[in-house]
Each structure stands twice: as C-alpha cells, then as structure tokens.
C-alpha cells in the first residue's frame, strides 16, 4: 500500500531469490529457482514489464497516487513435490518517483512457506468400492475417484486430506464434473446437506458447498451412456481457498470412470502360429577370446536359415514383464523386460570370461543343423569378431529330468562396496568336479584365490573373504566350473 502523498511512479524489482526444501526422508537442500520468480498479473494497474522481474506502474498525471493499493503478483515456480515444504525467501526494491521527479527506494524482504497441494488421482478402484462413504484417511488414499456400478450409474468420491507439515490444507468451495466425449452427465448427487444439488454449467454439471481440509465426500452419479462405452475420461473442476489467502484457486485434473466387467477378458493361451510347433531351443556359449583383449558390451546373431524368436536367459528368474513394442513393419509384438529392472549392473563382459547358457528358440526352415552369424562389438560400438555357428544338438532332446546343462550363478556380493569384508555367495544346479572361486583387479591380475578348482556339491554356498588388505578400487569377482566363467563388481571402499 503506498500510503505517502505525490507519488505518480512506483517501481518494483526482485534482486534475488532462494528456495529451501525439507523432506519427510530427512533430505533437504537450497537452491536458486530455475525459472526466474516473475511479475504476472497485475490488472487493474497500467504496467510495464510482466513476465519480468521488473515492473512499472504509473499513473502518468499529477495530481498523483494516494493511500492506493498496489495488487501486484508473482509467479514462482519449482512448486514443492508431495512430502516436501518450503521457504522461499526473496528480496524486492521499491523505487518511488513523486511529481518533481525526486525518487527514493527501498529493499524489502519477504519469506513464505509452500506445501504440496493435495489435488491427484489415483485410478486404484480397489481403495474405495464397497466401502461407501469411509474413505480412510492416508498418504494412499486418492482425492479424487470414479467408482461405476453399471454403464449408467456410479459415485464420484472427494477425499480431501487433512493440513499437516508438509500438505497444505485446502478448502473446496465447488465440484463440476463433465463427462467423456459422447457420454452426457444428467445427475450429479451429494451426500452432504451442506453442498447443492448439481445444475448444468456449461457442457458439465456443478456443485457447491464447503469441504474442510480432513473431510470427505460422495456424489451420486448418473450418465446418458447411450453407446455403452465401457471407459471413459471426464473433467473434474474444482474451486478452493487456501488459508488466508483471498483468491479462489482453481484446479482441474482427468478422472477416468471404468464399467464394472471391463478388468478381466484379456487370454493368454499356447495357440498361435502353426510354425511354433516347430520351435526348437538350443543352448550356446559366448566367450571373450578376441587377440585385442576388447571387453565386449554387444553380440549379434543372425540366422541363416529359419527365424530366432526368443532368446534368454533374463536377469530375473522369478518373473519376466513383457512390454508391448509397435514394431517397424506396423504389428505390435510383446518383448521381455527383466522384473528386477535396474538392479542388475550392465557392465561389458571383459576379456576372458565366458558366458553361459544362452538359450536360442528357433523356428527353422528345414529339419537339420542350424547356421548362425555372429557379431561382437565392444564399448565404442566397434566391430570386433565375425563368424558362423553350427548347432546340432537341441536341449530339448536331452532326457527329461537330466539336464546336461551346467549352470553357476554369482550372486551379488554383501556388503557391496565393501570395507574390511564381504559375503560371496553363488549357487550351482549340479554337483561340480572343478570350481574355482577367485579375487582380480582392473587389468585383470589375480588377487586372490579363493577356492582352488576343487569339487564342490550342487547348492547354496558362501564364502567370507577378507577385504582389509587391499587398497580402495574396483575389483572383479570371479566364479568357474572350467567351462562357464561368472563375474561380479566388487567396491572396496574404506
């Protein structure tokens, strides 16, 4: 407010900023914003500069500005996440310009405190239907949720979280709904008293009342659903206030209504292609045996004759995701993805080391051997050994119950990185004549021998091994039965 007398130029510029963030995980940082905290509207002032730091307002003519409010805004961006608060604080000079031309300035400065503003969806049907209007009040809970209960009929449930350290406490002052594109709303019910009964607004209908942080509340639905479509998005607008704060906020967000009957229907079955009856697996060895000692980070196969259509095996055992993939050729096709995605470390297969099994599925064109080129590559992508390989023998011919495969698996080191030790655990699925478990460092020298190529039971086994002698750096961890070779990071740091 400009309370002084004969002042026609007021100028207003923000010198500098900085925002503090705290975390319910104990994290907390500060930091300048990375968008520059601007003036935006400022109606219904005569001004220069919105979208700057810098504004003007004046009013051109003397005799000039008294006792007048100055309604200017800011825009500051980096809006705190979910469990997150902060304290933006920011400074502002204030130059004032009276009818002789004298000027004067100021520097004030201001902090405020921002929350996370609870407005989400959550499309988790399972956390509201059945339980009518007790919509438990937790970090989990959705504000906003469509629960259909036919094609036509269905309940819009609010959910409005209550004001705690790190969530602002809001207050809705009004609900319009409009439905999906060809699908009308013709009721919209509440179960409270207190708010209105929905009338048309528009292409949607609205609904006002108050609904105090911590409170919840349902609305009856009815839709003109006449072309029976089982999904849809409709748009939910809401009114709100916020502590002190004078203006009304508005918010919208997309809430999806599902008919019941849509979740199930998808098959999954072993028919298909004719030709799959053909498929045959076989199991390949890889070895980094190159002159140039180049660690190889891609291998390529390519069948002469017939169709690969699987390989493996993935880093998980467990289970295997499948993401859908539109392919070049127009079709779509479901490839696998490991469950355990980002646990496993992509690191090339250094000089040495043999990796095994590596199962192929191939769908062949004859009935006889099978042709594959092959292709390595090393870390820059550069072609390192070319050749063919003949397989003959399918794993599928082996007798069932006795399998020939020999397979190791290294399992992460525990602790990793580790200090003065480390637990080294590997498993075996068949009882080994020559297991040899041993420590190397970068350029590939043995540091350590574990277990020296002696026989070793099928199962589980672990080993403690000693790491407070050697320096801080990075090691491998290698595991052998003499033809498959299994390698693991290992971190010394102290």
Known sequence: TVSGTNIMKVKATVVSATINQTCKNGSSTTYTPSTSIVWTNLNPLLTTGIGTNEIIWTNLNCPPLQAKNLNMYLNIPNSPPKGCVQSVKFCIRYTFTDCKCNTCDTLVCYE????????????DWSKVIGKGTD???????????????????GKLYIN???EDEFTAGITLTSVKLSAGVGVGLSSLKPNSSSWSVGIIDGNGMKSSGVLAPGSNLVFDLEFNNSAEFRTWINKLELDYLIGSIQDTMKGEIDIKSKVPGTIGGDILSSSGDDMLELAKTYAIVFENANKGKDSISTVTLRAKSGKIIATGPNSSSQEIKLKAFKLDDGSYNLMSDASDEGKNLIFPIPSGVSVFPIYVTIIPEENNSILIDYSTFNTDNEAVSMGTLEIKQEITSVVPGKSEVSIIKLLNAIPNPATN?????????????KIKLSIVDEIGREIANIYDSKPMNAGMHDFIFDTSKLMNGLYFIHLSNGKVTQTQKLIIKK
């Open 421 to 433: 030790s480390t637990m080294i655990r590997f498993s075996l699925n068949n009882d080994e004549p």
């Open 160 to 162: 409005n979280p209550a």
């Open 112 to 123: 405020i405190i921002r929350k996370w503003t609870p407005i989400r969806i959550d499309h």
């Open 135 to 153: 919509i438990i009040q937790s970090e989990d809970s959705p504000f906003a949720l469509i629960a259909m209960e036919s094609q036509t009929k």
